[in-house]
């Protein structure tokens, strides 16, 4: 299951973050998150908690991977 | 990055589609355990682009769907208690129980809310001291650390009116479960991105061993989708059986050491009745000794008739691809969308409920 | 024995209120402009045509972003007559209010009326007040009827979108339910969203000017855009199909969308149509939308298909096709 959806972190106040996404906002708690996330991090939010820190580097591979897969075709 | 729009790109798409049919040869029965991934499939049409001799099955689902008939019933005796307000995920809502749901004793008059957050309970737990609160606690691995948050929340509050009813199920013993019947016709399998994201890919191992299968971890945006699948094709192809991770940004092979820290101070595991699967063992949690406190179970009576799971039901075989909805004697005639009897059809987007709505 | 009980779902104008409506209601009052079934019924008196419909209305929060249960009373029923391309003319206004219920607000809802009555250019010429005992209703209830006129030359009606018409919408789905849904889940919206509450007689009155081959209109409200083509298709017999990339839709409802786990397609709009028009004419009624204030992003999204007939098809941002079913019931915040 479970609908999460990333959002970036606004501003963090102990144990809870306003969180964003696409200018939707809501306090999310982070007793679950395992690594801290920073304002403007993108963490991934499941019923109210950030349950994950996104990783940018790791996206970033993610997206590169496609490059590379697509990199000796032609375009099209 | 917005970790969004770049995993819908139609061109990029397109391009991971042309891979897929390129690559493709045998015929393989790819299953998605999870029920977000059956909703998102659906959603962006992603069965009508691959090719025929690719078939996608519906796992397990939601872990609604396979809430059993008698835990609904209990749901349905606590919110009969007059001094109870009933907190739960508005999934739970709809689905039946042996004489009722949720949504009809709402309509009988129950204080049922529903709740986006367990923190919503938490608060109409503190603004109503004179009623007791019980959060209907379903989930995966995903949501149960947000549910054994806040008991420790309460615990260290001292809120003495809210209470948990534990329902949550575990997705790998329901893997192994399915695995081990040996009629499964599954070749690869797609796990679920954000109960992983908790319980770390290391955890499909011993299946990837066990069964040689391959399981690759996805992420729920169509590019998400297309790109596990194309790595199982390649997988099965190839003729490995390997643990991989699609949703790299998402998800860790380790997991949220976090997370599962929290679940294991608050929960100890348990056999659980899972709807249409029947007990698996060590499938699900209950309250450990020391917040014992906070269980339904333990402060209300709840004791009710033996649920009858409908003994026609073959949501089972259905699950293990073993038949199809067709075959089931219940199907359309006893279970349909408006009465559904097992998971496959309780769940809008599970195999029976597509096959019912789709395939006419 | 199966429990026999309105639920909520039987309001939620997807499935279960239709089976209600047919199973229910229209064996009582069968007759043939009842079975047209559209948003509002038809019929001569003398030589004029005129147009009747009724709404009730009974949205909580009473007052939200962008309006309020006052203007929404109004603007509704104005829309309904709308749809069957009539000049709406004569309304009528009756209050169901809780004993208790705060004056001002009352007169703060009175005045927003009064305000959408004028900006509409219709009359509010009869109405009826009670007041029932605490815990009856929720604050209060309105219902309104409204009578309009309907030009000779004009036939619009849900059972008329022909094969080869193209679906406008008038421009962003999804911000009325948005609006009010945040509300009520606790969700902070950085740029505001307001609900779409507004009057689109004018809006097809100019469409109407544009082109003789708007075949059929339908105002979007609860069950969305998904609904009202799902019943366009059964009324007409046809099929519809629409391309997710065209639809018009805030940044701000999609990720409110996300967040609890709806489907955009069946959240309500109050202030947005579907229009089934010719394609020969579909530059000059899109040219004619845009310009006036409450069209301004409007979109052709799909056509109507001789295949699947009955049945809402879309084709989805990354090329794949699904079916665009009728919901059951309301659509929950759901976690899976």
């Not at chain 2, 194309?230 to 699609?246: D, H, K, P, S």
């Not at chain 3, 279960?16 to 043939?32: C, G, V």
């Not at chain 3, 009473?62 to 249960?69: A, R, S």
Request: net charge negative; hydrophobic share 40%; charged share 25%.
């Amino acid at each position: 299951m479970c609908l999460a959806v990333p959002m970036e972190v606004l501003n963090i106040d102990g144990n809870r973050a306003w969180v964003s996404a696409g200018g939707t906002k809501r306090e999310v708690r982070l007793d679950v998150i395992d690594q801290r996330p920073h304002i403007g991090d993108y963490v991934i939010v499941h019923a109210g908690f950030a349950i994950h820190r996104i990783d940018q580097e790791m996206a970033k591979e993610t997206l590169k991977m496609f490059e590379e897969m697509f990199s000796n075709e032609a375009p099209g | 990055m917005k970790h969004l729009d770049e995993y819908r790109d139609r061109e990029l798409a397109q391009r991971i589609i042309e891979r897929i049919h390129a690559s493709s040869k045998k015929g393989i029965r790819i299953m998605e355990v999870c029920g977000t991934h059956t909703v998102s499939i659906f959603r962006n049409g992603i069965r009508d682009v691959l090719p025929s001799n690719i078939a996608l099955i519906s796992g397990p689902g939601c872990p609604v769907c396979v809430t059993a008939t008698e835990e609904i019933d209990k749901s349905i005796k606590l919110s009969r208690e007059h001094d109870v307000i009933i907190t739960t995920f508005g999934d739970l809502m709809r689905v039946p129980g042996s004489k009722s749901s949720l949504q009809k004793e709402k309509a009988n008059g129950a204080d049922i809310r529903v709740v986006y957050s367990v923190s919503d309970a938490i608060k109409i737990a503190s603004n109503n001291p004179q009623k007791r609160v019980v959060f209907l606690g379903i989930g995966f691995e995903t949501t149960a650390p947000t549910i054994a948050a806040a008991v420790l929340e309460a615990k260290s509050e001292g809120i003495k009116n809210f209470f948990v009813l534990v329902l949550h199920k575990l997705i790998p013993p329901a893997m192994e479960a399915l695995l081990s019947g040996g009629d499964l016709k599954i070749d690869g399998f797609m796990c679920p991105g954000h109960v992983t994201s908790i319980i770390g890919a290391s955890s499909y191992v011993p299946v990837t061993q066990r069964y040689h299968i391959p399981c690759v971890v996805a992420g729920f945006e169509p590019i998400d989708i297309l790109q596990a699948i194309y790595m199982l094709v390649e997988q099965l192809e190839e003729g490995q059986a390997q643990v991989e991770i699609q949703y790299k940004r998402g998800v860790t092979f380790e997991g949220n050491k976090n997370a599962m820290a929290i679940m294991e101070r608050v929960f100890d595991r348990c056999d659980t009745v899972w709807r249409g699967l029947g007990v698996i063992s060590k499938s699900g949690f209950k309250l450990k000794v020391q917040y014992r406190e906070f269980a339904a179970e333990d402060s209300f009576d709840l004791s009710i008739p033996k649920a009858k799971e409908h003994p026609g039901c073959m949501c089972g075989e259905i699950l293990r691809g073993v038949v199809t909805p067709a075959e089931c004697p219940l199907f359309r005639r006893t279970c349909n969308p408006g009465h559904p009897v097992g998971p496959c059809m309780v769940s809008s987007e599970g195999t029976c409920a597509a096959y019912y709505k789709y395939q006419a | 024995m199966r429990l026999r009980k309105i639920l909520l779902d039987h309001g939620g104008g997807g499935k279960a209120s239709h089976d209600l409506i047919k199973e229910t209601f229209l064996p009582q009052f069968n007759n043939p402009f009842l079975m047209e079934l559209d948003d509002s019924a038809v019929f001569k008196v003398g030589k004029a045509r005129l147009a009747f419909s009724t709404d009730s209305y009974v949205v909580e929060p009473i007052f939200f972003p962008g309006g309020d249960i006052g203007s929404l009373a109004i603007y509704g029923t104005i829309n309904d007559l709308a749809m069957r391309g009539a000049r709406p003319l004569y309304l009528s206004v009756g209050f169901i209010i809780e004993e208790g219920f705060d004056l001002s607000d009352l007169e703060r809802i009175l005045s927003s009326m009064k305000d959408a009555a004028n900006k509409s250019q219709v009359l509010v010429v009869t109405g009826d007040t009670k007041v029932v005992s605490k815990g009856s209703v929720d604050k209060l209830f309105i219902n309104t009827s409204g009578i309009g006129i309907i030009e000779t030359n004009i036939n619009i009606s849900g059972q008329n979108a022909q094969i080869g018409d193209k679906v406008i919408i008038s421009g962003t789905i999804g911000d009325h339910g948005i609006a009010v849904l945040s509300q009520r889940e606790g969700l902070e919206l950085e740029y505001p969203l307001k609900s779409d509450s507004a009057p689109l007689n004018k809006l097809v009155f100019e469409m109407l000017e544009a082109s003789s081959n708007i075949h059929a209109l339908r105002d979007p409200t609860r069950g969305g855009i998904g609904t009202s083509l799902n019943e366009i298709a059964v009324q007409s017999h046809v099929g519809i199909r629409i391309f997710e990339e065209t639809i018009p839709i805030k940044e701000e409802v999609v990720g409110a969308c996300e967040l609890l786990g709806l489907d955009p397609l069946y959240v309500a709009n109050e202030g947005k149509l579907l229009a089934f028009v010719d394609p020969h004419d579909v530059n000059k009624v899109l040219d004619k939308m845009r310009a006036n204030e409450y069209g301004g992003e409007a979109q052709v999204i799909g056509e109507v298909v001789a295949d699947h007939k009955g049945k809402v098809a879309m084709v989805t941002r990354i090329g794949g096709t699904r079916i665009v079913d009728m919901l059951t019931g309301d659509q929950l915040p759901r976690i899976c």
